[in-house]
């Protein structure tokens, strides 16, 4: 069963513990928190505290995608806050094994990303480093963007190298389209607008979960 990770990005700003509530009822099985540093992309959202509020409304496992350039400055903050796995971009300047090396030190898991256009080449050499790998199916920086089914194949070729992690994908999912990503290999669904612009999440996630 695909896991579903409602992302806080969509959710009312003004009433973050309502709608993370009502996922969590919905059936929703991870919170997908989407940190940006408005330089990495060209948006600005979260801090450690916001994921430090939500560990304390919900069992759910925390999700955190670091949208940054530095994010060897925000893993132990995150991590305090009770994150269950951090995420880093492949694209960035950093010595990527170690900031793996210091998530999974910490018990947690140590998830890589990478954009649409960056190939799966990139990481082969560090995915048994990672339990996680989030493929993005759109360019990062906002939500209600149109998916890249270019990552399709990308999923694919992650699960036919006999990839051990979760499977993530985030950007553009919809009902419409979820069925391939998961026939393809995806194991988490990163979901939007799709989700709190739902008025029957309950009912989507259903669906979902029996794709
Ligand atoms: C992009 C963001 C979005 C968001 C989900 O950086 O990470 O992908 O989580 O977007 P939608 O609303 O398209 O599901
Ligand atoms: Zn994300």
Same mark, same amino acid.
């Given at each position: 069963m695909i896991k579903i990770a409602p992302s806080?990005?969509?959710?009312d700003p003004l009433n973050l513990e309502k709608d993370v509530r009502a996922a969590e009822q919905a059936g929703c099985d991870w919170i997908h928190v989407d940190v940006m540093d408005?330089?990495?992309? !060209?948006n600005l959202a979260y801090s450690a505290d916001t994921v430090r509020g939500l560990r304390r409304i919900t069992e759910l496992p925390l999700d955190v995608h670091l949208m940054m350039d530095n994010p060897e400055t925000m893993i132990d903050p995150f991590l305090d806050a009770g994150a269950s796995c951090v995420t880093v971009h492949?694209?960035?300047?950093?010595d990527i094994p170690a900031l793996l090396e210091r998530i999974r030190r910490r018990g947690r898991m140590a998830g890589i990303a990478l954009k649409?256009?960056?190939?799966?080449e990139k990481v082969t050499d560090i995915l048994?480093?990672?339990?996680l790998a989030l493929l993005m199916t759109?360019? !990062?920086?906002?939500?209600?963007q149109k998916l890249d089914a270019r990552v399709i194949a990308k999923i694919r070729q992650l699960k036919d190298m006999g990839y051990q992690g979760e499977i993530e994908s985030d950007g553009g999912i919809q009902e419409d389209n979820l069925e391939s990503l998961a026939a393809n290999g995806l194991t988490v669904a990163v979901m939007g607008t799709a989700l709190f612009r739902n008025p029957d999440m309950a009912g989507c996630i259903a669906r979902l979960h029996r794709m």
């Open positions: 806080i990005l969509a959710a408005a330089h990495f992309v !060209p492949a694209e960035i300047d950093r649409p256009n960056t190939p799966l048994g480093m990672t339990d759109v360019e !990062p920086g906002f939500g209600g």
